[in-house]
Nanobody, 115 residues
């Protein structure tokens, strides 16, 4: 059974930083591209960053240069370092494979950027 557990969210002021973690269990992590998604209130869930097994990364234009995705394959853990946070980054952040699998969404972690 696949389980994805996100953590590391919180309340941060504009310009601040956070590091999110996603612990994966089961075979989902092995050789699959992984990604961080986010869903803001009233908006559709969107993919903001992805990484292949080999470490190739891709970012949405809205976060490029501010967010960094990484993975530790030995620990089955995905990370998202977020710098220079903006109020528009406020959302619930989720991890999943790319493309995503509907059965594998976790609870997500709330990120709120506000002064």
């Amino acid at each position: 059974q696949v389980q994805l557990v996100e953590s590391g969210g919180g309340l941060v002021q504009p310009g601040g930083s956070l590091r999110l973690s996603c612990a994966a269990s089961g075979s989902i992590f092995s050789i699959r591209p992984m990604g961080w998604y986010r869903q803001a209130p009233g908006k559709q869930r969107e993919l903001v960053a992805s990484i292949t097994w080999g470490g190739s990364t891709s970012y949405a234009n809205s976060v490029k240069g501010r967010f960094t995705i990484s993975r530790d394959n030995a620990k089955d853990t995905l990370y998202l370092k977020m710098n220079s946070l903006k109020p528009e980054d406020t959302a619930v952040y989720y991890c999943n494979t790319v493309p995503s699998r509907d059965t594998d969404w976790g609870q997500g972690t709330q990120v709120t950027v506000s002064s």
